[in-house]
């Protein structure tokens, strides 16, 4: 199987070389994005770019990648419009955006991910997103929900700001150059990755730039900092798939938040991140002036940081143009999830039991040929999407589509859920609607419900091992429960958690005339006008 799947990768590179392969000058962008406000046109549309060197067509949000940061301050109402001017067919031509990490309580219908609460935008369409987060600050970001488009490129950070941080005093510098984003990036569009089982990414970008192997020596993204200040660096990985091991040579860092939500204080020397998750960290730059590498290994085979790759730069103010010349130590304090705890109203909720919850949910998973399972079902993107059954008048199991894949979840209950590691794993397993408590975490046999990590993606764990997490249902409407690797969403590993679907008429109130008329709108859609056609 993996010696086809190699061969039919090769096949492919060759096929696409007219259109996508070229050796050219890095993508010519800043370090820094572009920032919108909480209410701002989102364009996403088709352009060629080369952030390693290597051209080829993408989907991105604002002409950029990583996409434009979207900025904000706790208590903001969001308006963002969704403007689609996708034109190549070679990738989905409709399109659209999940806001990640906000709890859209009662506004289910923003939550934008594709056949489970709303339709696709179709190209040359709109749709605005509104929504309040009256009780969130941190990191977030966003990108697209609808098969595996992230992977094209539609990815940027959402980052809400908290005028009243409890963290404030230990830190001088928060803004948009100390937001580091690591993504995984490909040569190949992703309708065709969708068909190689083992797809592995060609680059590592940091702040949108890297190097491939056998590639050209292109930039490297350089993050700047001046000796004896202190930085809140907010780290996001948009990966679709790979597990980051973060570091930067000569420092420790201090973890202050995960997931957008704040953690009592915790020195590491590395972070391993998979993808969808964030954490906040504290640099202090107190070591010569020189520069540093800022190192992201993931979890693939005979990766390497020789030449640069999956590097960047960090340079102190009167450190010369060069790239750094720093050894990396072996991490001797890497971080452990189970170490960090919730800084603010920490404990899980129910009884301080394992399978003691009202509500207890074991997901097995599986997979086979490539395809995965839950509970023995694959899921598959229903022809109407979850809400709109909803709002139709489904309220059992036994009434949804897809059929096996939506969990029907009483109100005001907590509700624990234990998730199987498989192979091909560790998986991060992302709950929309909700963060949640980990009182174990993946591969731990040890349980914390007094003051557990809250976050909203969590690892399960390797083959044979597990993670178990707890929240309360209240927040009524379909909340999507995946993995965050890219191709084993889009090969079936998801279901819906369907929370009180009598409430959620009341709860969310009525979507807007223009999210009504997605469905019909891309219901009509011809097979080139939806796109992602391969050759």
């Known amino acids: 199987m993996l010696s086809s799947a190699v061969f039919a990768l090769a096949s492919l590179s060759t096929s696409y070389a007219a259109t996508i392969v070229s050796h050219s000058a890095p993508f010519s962008q800043g370090d820094t994005p572009a920032v919108l406000g909480a209410k701002s046109n989102l364009v996403i549309a088709n352009k060629v770019i080369a952030p390693d060197g290597f051209n080829r067509s993408t989907v991105l949000a604002g002409g950029t990648f990583p996409g434009p940061i979207i900025k904000a301050t706790k208590g903001a109402s969001f308006s963002i419009n969704v403007i689609n001017q996708l034109t190549d067919s070679t990738m989905h031509k409709t399109t659209s955006v999940h806001f990640h990490g906000i709890y859209q309580n009662g506004t289910n219908y923003a939550d934008g991910v594709s056949f489970v609460t709303q339709c696709p935008v179709a190209a040359n369409d709109t749709f605005t997103h509104n929504f309040n987060v009256p009780n969130q600050a941190g990191t977030f970001w966003y990108h697209s929900h609808l098969s595996s488009q992230t992977c094209d490129g539609l990815r940027g950070p959402l980052i809400i700001y908290d005028q009243n941080d409890p963290h404030a005093k230990l830190y001088d510098v928060d803004d948009e150059s100390t937001i580091l984003t690591l ?8 309708p065709v990755l969708n068909t190689i089982l083992g797809v592995k990414p060609n680059t590592t970008l940091i702040n949108g730039r890297g190097r491939y192997y056998g590639g050209p020596m292109t930039d490297l993204s350089v993050v700047n900092v001046e000796q004896g200040k202190r ?7 948009m990966a679709c798939d790979p597990l980051y091991t973060f570091s930067i040579d000569g420092h420790s860092l201090t973890v202050i938040e995960a997931d957008g939500v704040s953690t009592e204080p915790l020195q590491v020397d590395s972070i391993d991140i998979l993808a969808g ?40 103010k009167g ?9 990396q130590a072996i991490s001797v304090a890497p ?20 399978g003691a919850a009202d509500i207890n949910i074991h997901l097995r998973v599986d997979v086979l040929n490539g395809i995965f399972s839950v509970n023995n079902v694959s899921f598959i993107p229903p022809p109407i999407p979850v809400l709109l059954q909803i709002l139709s008048g489904a309220r059992i199991a036994t009434e949804f589509l897809p059929t096996g894949s ?8 907590v509700v624990e859920v234990t998730v199987e590691g498989s192979e091909f794993g ?9 963060d949640f408590d980990v009182i174990r975490s993946g591969g731990s046999n040890v349980t914390n419900f007094v003051n557990p990590v809250r976050r909203d993606v969590v690892s399960t764990g390797l083959l044979g091992e597990s993670v178990t997490f707890r929240f309360v249902t209240n927040n009524a409407g379909p909340w999507f429960l995946h993995c965050h690797i890219e191709w084993h969403l889009e090969a079936g590993f998801a279901v819906v958690m369907a929370e009180d679907p009598s409430g959620a008429q009341s709860h969310i109130g009525s979507a807007s005339e223009s999210w009504e008329q997605l469905c019909p709108k891309y219901n009509s859609l011809t097979p080139p006008q939806l796109g992602g056609l391969i050759p």
């Open 231 to 237: 930085y809140r660096f907010r780290l996001i990985s």
């Open 406 to 413: 939506v969990y029907v979840l009483e109100p005001n209950k």
């Open 277 to 316: 998750q964030r954490y906040s960290f504290v640099l202090t730059a107190n070591q010569p002036i020189a520069n540093y590498w800022i190192r992201s290994l993931p979890n693939t085979p005979r990766a390497t940081f020789a030449g640069g790759l999956n590097s960047a730069i960090l340079r102190y």
């Open 183 to 190: 993504a995984d990036w490909y040569h190949l569009p992703a």
């Open 426 to 434: 560790p998986h991060p397993i992302h709950l929309h609607g909700h």
């Open 335 to 354: 971080l452990v999830e189970s170490s960090l705890h919730t800084l603010i109203d920490p404990g899980a909720p129910g009884k301080p039991v394992l």
């Open 319 to 327: 450190a010369p143009a060069a790239e750094p010349a720093t050894i």
